[in-house]
């Protein structure tokens, strides 16, 4: 089953992170370079943990635990 694919991470903006002052150094694995003074996600490696991430939630739903989901970009909402 394919989870979500690049090209839906591309076009809801996914890709977009923050700019480069305000980052966060645990996330310098998953930025793929810097444009224009705001970092850009590496979406290969984005589908790649959300694939991951499926089979775990999809275990604890098996197992009927609680699941919580908390986003903060509007743009992302429908992915």
Known sequence: MTVVTMRELLEAGVHFGHQTRRWNPKMKPYIFQERNGIYIIDLALTVQRL?????????????????????????????
Do not use: H, N, P, W
């Open 51 to 79: 694939r991951e991430t499926y089979e775990v939630v999809k275990q604890l739903a098996r197992e009927s635990r609680v699941i919580l989901f908390v986003g903060t970009k509007k743009q992302a909402q429908d992915v």
